[in-house]
């Protein structure tokens, strides 16, 4: 299996550290507001990813942090007039929530920040005792001089962090030093106490905290968005491999692309954005899901109505098709149904390629297509077969082949209303009775007379 | 809060070691076989417990070991033809997919004794060199004479582990010595490369370098069934005290009481064995999982038809009480309502008395009781309080308390033909408008104009 890595812009072999255990780390969410669809993006291509190391054989310890204490946390709280930390405490559990919706399970564990307060400040100490950081009046902060591998995960460098938000603060002996704990401010703001006064963490620190913690010095994964890789993640490695003096601290780094909503960047300002939780009044969470995993997790992906409706077809041909097989998958079988083994081949040789979804649903397709006509001609154990492959390939796509049976439970209802129909129809009230029709096709049924 | 542990026979204050962390073990499942309903009852005892914990505001790290090498398993892969790692595979899935049918989802770490070898193979080398272990031909043995305070788990003696299955072997020094390593016997059982050659772990090793590994030398509550105090847990203190120095292992030892069926042990020969997969063919998840939690975890359980049936009427007068609230709960509210209060604090000061939940569910049948007369007569708000208790209890419990909807997926339907009956009443059609309602009554709808 090959895995691109970030650090060193190529595919590279997966080895582990430890045999076949994975430790997977993945920069989770900043709980101040509900989660949108590109966040969906990156957590459904890593729940993904998880699920297929974990078909491999990998045992994965998958972490994320919840950044529960931050400036955009305490500025909402202040507007909202809710306390810090009730505040974060609700956004954790909608974020929770919309991700269990998008069949988003995999997290073995959500480590908040507050929860690592000894991990955290053990970790800046030993970065003061070494002589990487530094103590002022308002904070302790990383000297960049002192690290000078800085940037070689970004291949950018230490004057870009100048114009960077972090940095506006001026008691700093350099403008690029970041911040590893700020001292307390205003008396309503959540503060811990510290070696160096009351006061909370700086955004990057918790996560080496915590990996440090939970995974060693060392480890295998860690993933996060394309826009985290600058300054955030580069600020880790330097914070990491200065306290430990070991690199690297991560074997394969992963990141997703951008989301974007008809061809545009997502912004409050823009009208353009959209919550998960918007996103699931109208959609299916497989068919965002299916839409997600369509795109290479590293590509540009454009989010448009168009695009998820095409997603819901593809699906749906799926869906048609697995309904087709009408067979129960019980034991294991014997199959040589050679057009199987050419796509099924295809499509793990995608998933090894760098989790090379898109064409591992293609290869879905190609066996969809060369062997539709011909189904009825194949022999249960080939079929038992296609049925398996596919639910193999449906549990690590994290996306269902059933049909779904929007009517469930509806029947009798339905039952009723075009009974009622028709009696209209023949009293000839056909603006009561077109007016059922139009909701009924609205709702998504079909209307044969 | 208060804990009883097994360790001091007493209920003690609960004080975690790292301020609102726990590090939870329980002693997993040896995959050979489908899981029975004792093992349900004690699956479900801790996850109602972890519940319970998170909702505290608590962080809990919960870690159950899968013991996927065995003799269990290498017999019943003999009898199978199946061989040892698959169908280790087989039954952990199956195991998965049973407690998630259980609503028994807070494990955060399923760890397999087969990727932890080297963590096992390191404390044994350990506990070698630190004069605790000793080589014989055929496995690596703890000396039991060097752990002066064995038995203090179990208040029993060395002289009782002689009879214990684990100790037929010969070659050890002292008969109550018991296995760290078992060196390989035949070529057709799974091994792994060791410095005293290749062979497996014996069963206790696994749990304390799985703990060690992810917690440290100490932690804060470990549990499991009755059944494996001694000599199981026995030596699981006597491995990791002896190799750390460090006392106590576990601050809260838990054990859960016995389930027996119809008043007998369940036992194959007695034909009274009972798989979960089996009880949930005629039961609801929700109906075992409130059998089992009314009855305190320690205390035994007594499964029988009639006991089940008891539960089912019982929950079902929770879930016929809450459909009459007949509110949203959105935001807080303030509510004075003395009733609930009371047993509300009832409820929780149960819970905190070592998760006493049949208290705590006898408090929601007082709320029940002494509120369901008057519901009409209570303001909006004191409904939204109660509504938000129970959504509370219902979350600690892991039971719904929503009437299961069988139409579930129908309001949009329901709108639709509300809203034709009203124009047709509109249009004095009062023959079809009277028709759609006695046959949505028909269907248990509540018609109310």
């Known amino acids: ?78 507007e909202s007039g809710i306390p810090a930390d009730e505040l974060a405490r609700k956004f954790e559990k909608r974020y929770r929530e919309d991700m269990h919706k998008l069949n988003v399970d995999g997290v073995n564990l959500f480590a908040r920040a507050t929860d690592h307060m000894p991990e955290i400040i053990d970790q800046i100490q030993r970065l003061i005792d070494k002589g990487f950081a530094y103590e002022t009046e308002d904070g302790v902060y990383f000297e960049i001089d002192t690290f000078e591998e800085f940037g070689k995960l970004s291949n950018r460098n230490v004057e870009e962090l100048e114009s960077h938000r972090e940095i506006a603060e001026t008691t700093k002996k350099n403008q690029q030093d970041f911040a590893l704990w700020k001292k307390r401010e205003g008396v309503d703001e959540p503060t811990w106490p510290s070696p160096w006064g009351d006061g909370r963490p700086g955004w990057h620190i918790e996560d080496t905290a915590i990996t440090e913690y939970y995974f060693g010095e060392q480890y295998d994964v860690h993933g996060g968005g394309l826009d985290l890789i600058f300054p955030h993640h580069e600020a880790e490695i330097t914070q990491m491999e200065a306290v430990s003096g070991k690199s690297p601290m991560v074997r394969y780094w992963l990141h997703t692309g951008f989301l974007n909503v008809n061809g545009e960047k997502m912004s409050k300002s823009l009208h353009n954005f959209i919550t998960i939780r918007e996103l699931l009044e109208s959609y299916e969470p497989d068919t965002f899901r299916f839409f997600v995993l369509s795109t290479h997790y590293r590509s540009p992906i454009d989010f448009s109505k168009d695009s998820l409706h095409q997603s819901e077809r593809s699906l749906d041909r799926i869906r048609k098709y697995y309904e087709q097989l009408d067979v129960e998958v019980t034991e294991e079988v014997n199959s040589d149904y050679e057009v199987l083994a050419k796509w099924g081949n295809e499509f793990f040789d995608s998933m090894d390629d760098d989790f090379n979804t898109p064409k591992a649903i293609a290869a879905i397709f190609g066996l969809i297509n060369d062997s539709k006509n011909e189904l009825y001609n194949l022999s249960e154990e080939d079929k038992i077969a296609i049925k398996s492959f596919l639910d193999d390939a449906s549990h690590i796509l994290g996306v269902s082949f059933e049909l779904q049976d929007v009517n469930a439970g509806s029947d009798d209802l339905l039952g009723l209303i075009s009974e009622v129909r028709s009696e209209l129809r023949a009293k000839k009230q056909y603006d009561l009775s077109d007016k059922i029709r139009d909701n009924l096709q609205a709702l998504g049924y079909d209307i044969n007379d």
Do not use: W
């Open 1 to 78: 299996m090959e895995i691109y890595s970030t650090l060193s812009r190529s595919k590279e072999n997966f080895e582990t550290i430890n045999d076949n255990r994975v430790n997977l780390f993945v920069c989770g969410p900043t709980v101040y507001d509900d989660a949108h669809i590109g966040h969906g993006r990156t957590y459904i291509s890593f729940d993904t990813i998880k699920r297929y190391l974990e078909y491999k054989g990998y045992a994965v310890f998958y972490i994320q942090n919840v950044t529960d204490v931050d400036d955009k946390i305490i500025n909402r709280s202040k």
